[in-house]
């Protein structure tokens, strides 16, 4: 039965609603409306009395019922905007977030007058470290590495749609030999960092659709991948090169201590947008 895309719009912010709250159902809505039928906030209130096509009206409602069962509204269209580009997503790989948003801003803060740069993106996921970096930096030569060929794929496909041309690497960054001489400026990383404990206070919403290799480390160890990215970041940055890490708000001077045994310089533990500790910036010694 057709309705009016202003009715549509209506009933599909109020079923969301009842399952994601007031304010994250209706934003729900937007992202669907736009993502499924290209139909902006702009377009829905000048054109709100058109009749929607039955299979537009299809599409919307399949992605929310989806986001209704549980499925983060992202997977269920099938994309993700980060830093005012849409990115491909799947459940191969983390639906980019703002505090990542934040980590590129510190890069690109940085290196805002430098070009020619070399950069390797460890855990690319999605490629949206890499892609934005790509983007915001003059001339850089980004290279993007994940264990997941799935993630790849993505990744590949969202340098593809914006355009950008970026390396890209498979391989297990636990398992990565050394380089046998410096071979870059930048080494950033949002590696996993969830301890496996910490899985009880994650909504479902991400817990059950997002790639668990890329959310958890063991309580064991929890800077696994810090440690293991660190010893290679030592030989394979350039004097004066910077290290770039995501972490998690549980272990900032755990982090600071490591990133100075392993001989780094000006190590720098910075809070996100909501105040948590959530980077760390690392500067290789310039006489190494």
Same mark, same amino acid.
């Given at each position: 039965m057709s309705t009016s895309v202003a009715q549509l719009f209506k009933d599909t912010v109020d079923r969301l609603t009842f399952s994601l709250g007031k304010g994250e159902g209706e934003a729900a809505a937007r992202i669907i409306?736009?993502?499924?039928?290209?139909?902006?906030?702009? =377009?829905?209130?000048?054109?709100?009395?058109?009749e929607v096509l039955d299979f537009v009206q299809k599409r919307i409602n399949d992605a929310v019922d989806k986001v209704i069962a549980g499925e983060p509204v992202q997977y269920a269209v099938g994309r993700a905007l980060f830093m005012g580009n849409n990115y491909v997503v799947s459940p191969s790989v983390l639906i980019p977030r703002p505090e990542t948003a934040g980590l590129v801003d510190i890069i690109t803060s940085d290196y805002k007058d430098r070009s020619d740069l070399r950069v390797l993106d460890i855990g690319t996921g999605s490629g949206c470290? +890499?892609?934005?970096?790509?983007?915001?930096?003059?001339?850089?030569?980004?290279?993007?590495?994940?264990?997941?060929?799935? +993630?790849?794929?993505?990744?590949?496909?969202?340098?593809?749609?914006?355009?950008?041309?970026?390396?890209?690497?498979?391989?297990?960054?636990?398992?990565?030999?050394?380089?046998?001489?410096?071979?870059?400026?930048?080494?950033?990383?949002?590696?996993?960092?969830?301890?496996?404990?910490?899985?009880?206070?994650?909504?479902?919403?991400?817990?059950? =659709?997002?790639?668990?290799?890329?959310?958890?480390?063991?309580?064991?160890?929890?800077?696994?991948?810090?440690?293991?990215?660190s010893a290679y970041a030592r030989e394979a940055l350039a004097p004066g090169g910077r290290l770039y890490f995501e972490i998690n708000s549980r272990f900032p001077q755990e982090m600071r201590q490591l990133l100075q045994h392993d001989g780094f310089e000006d190590v720098d533990i910075r809070r996100d947008y909501l105040g948590a500790y959530r980077y760390a910036i690392a500067m290789q010694p310039d006489n190494r």
């Amino acid at each position: 039965m057709s309705t009016s895309v202003a009715q549509l719009f209506k009933d599909t912010v109020d079923r969301l609603t009842f399952s994601l709250g007031k304010g994250e159902g209706e934003a729900a809505a937007r992202i669907i409306f736009e993502d499924e039928a290209g139909y902006d906030r702009k =377009y829905i209130f000048v054109n709100g009395d058109r009749e929607v096509l039955d299979f537009v009206q299809k599409r919307i409602n399949d992605a929310v019922d989806k986001v209704i069962a549980g499925e983060p509204v992202q997977y269920a269209v099938g994309r993700a905007l980060f830093m005012g580009n849409n990115y491909v997503v799947s459940p191969s790989v983390l639906i980019p977030r703002p505090e990542t948003a934040g980590l590129v801003d510190i890069i690109t803060s940085d290196y805002k007058d430098r070009s020619d740069l070399r950069v390797l993106d460890i855990g690319t996921g999605s490629g949206c470290i +890499a892609i934005s970096l790509a983007r915001a930096l003059a001339f850089a030569d980004v290279t993007a590495m994940d264990v997941s060929g799935e +993630a790849l794929k993505v990744a590949r496909r969202n340098a593809e749609d914006l355009s950008v041309k970026i390396s890209f690497v498979c391989g297990d960054i636990l398992n990565t030999p050394f380089p046998g001489n410096p071979c870059y400026d930048i080494i950033v990383s949002n590696p996993p960092y969830v301890c496996a404990s910490e899985a009880k206070d994650i909504e479902p919403r991400v817990l059950d =659709y997002e790639p668990h290799t890329a959310l958890f480390v063991p309580d064991d160890n929890p800077l696994l991948f810090y440690k293991a990215i660190s010893a290679y970041a030592r030989e394979a940055l350039a004097p004066g090169g910077r290290l770039y890490f995501e972490i998690n708000s549980r272990f900032p001077q755990e982090m600071r201590q490591l990133l100075q045994h392993d001989g780094f310089e000006d190590v720098d533990i910075r809070r996100d947008y909501l105040g948590a500790y959530r980077y760390a910036i690392a500067m290789q010694p310039d006489n190494r």
